[in-house]
């Protein structure tokens, strides 16, 4: 039995109820819900504008919803400051990398490690047994993190020299190191070339199934998000549009007028 078929019937790992944002005047998010159950690839689609960066935001604690809440297991994440979301199991990437780019590949992932920790300043200078402990076991996680994304051989190197596509997977890399419940993907196709996009959806799936992790995945390449997605939700004009399987809301009429425009228009 596949992940996407445990997910069925469990109640929602992340609920997003009635979200709104208004920046000023302008509405970017109206009202939006949707359910995420443990275990789902789940696709955020719609045309440039449609709000899916400002829910994404949101998720991460980056905005302030001017309405509704964000569920995470049944308990709210409003209240949490940004930095303290990846405690609760929200990991993310970036549109753009955000990377460390004067830091190697192993040091930028041990970063991802930080919420992981609970040392202090006294016990870190005394280099205390437990401390050297959870050292040596954070530092096992990073280097099988490393092997897992094919990253070793680039362990040592500095990330600003290295390839747009590879410095995805050190982000992506970073992201794992923290454990995540759900893992945000923004835009990973962005930047990449036809073959990477198959390598990427393959390694997507791999992550959902090896590690048990729930993911999110905004996304523009339409061949991507339905290859690889068991649920989809279509936004525009920050609106939900439509919300099904992938074949459901490529079929949706609505949908398709998002995209293409229809002929009396």
């Known amino acids: 039995m596949t992940q996407a078929q445990l997910a069925q019937g469990r109640d929602p790992l992340l609920a997003v109820r009635d979200v709104s944002v208004v920046f000023g005047g302008i509405v970017a998010l109206n009202g939006v819900s949707f359910d995420m159950k443990q275990g789902q690839i789940l696709g955020l689609i719609g045309p440039n504008g449609a709000g899916k960066t400002t829910l994404f935001n949101c998720l991460s604690r980056l905005y302030q919803p ?22 609760i199991g929200i990991g993310r990437t970036f549109q753009n990398v955000a990377l460390f780019p004067n830091l190697s590949v192993i040091d930028n992932v041990r970063v991802g490690t930080h919420s ?42 500095i990330v600003a020299g290295l390839p747009f596509g590879t410095q995805k997977r050190v982000e992506l890399a970073r992201a794992l190191a923290a454990d995540p419940k ?68 490529q079929s949706d009429p609505d949908v398709i007028k998002a995209y293409l425009g229809s002929k009396d228009q």
Do not use: C
């Not at 964000?70 to 979301?85: A, C, N, W, Y």
């Not at 402990?133 to 680039?154: F, P």
């Not at 992790?213 to 920050?238: K, Q, Y």
């Open 66 to 87: 001017s309405k509704g809440d964000i569920l995470m297991e049944g308990v709210s994440i409003l209240s949490r400051p940004p930095h303290r979301i990846a405690e």
């Open 182 to 249: 759900i893992l945000l993907l923004d835009e990973p196709a962005g930047g990449l070339n036809h073959e990477e996009v198959y390598v990427l959806g393959d390694l997507i799936r791999r992550i959902r199934d090896d590690r048990g992790m729930t993911v999110l995945l905004v996304e523009h390449h339409m061949g991507l998000v339905m290859s690889i997605a068991d649920h989809v939700v279509a936004l525009n004009f920050g609106k939900k549009l439509a919300e099904g399987t992938p074949s459901q809301v």
């Open 116 to 157: 992981r920790t609970n040392s202090d300043i006294v016990s870190d200078s005394l280099k205390l047994g437990w401390v050297r402990r959870g050292e040596a076991a954070l530092n096992e996680k990073v280097h099988d993190i490393l092997g897992y994304l094919d990253l070793r051989d680039v362990a040592h190197t």
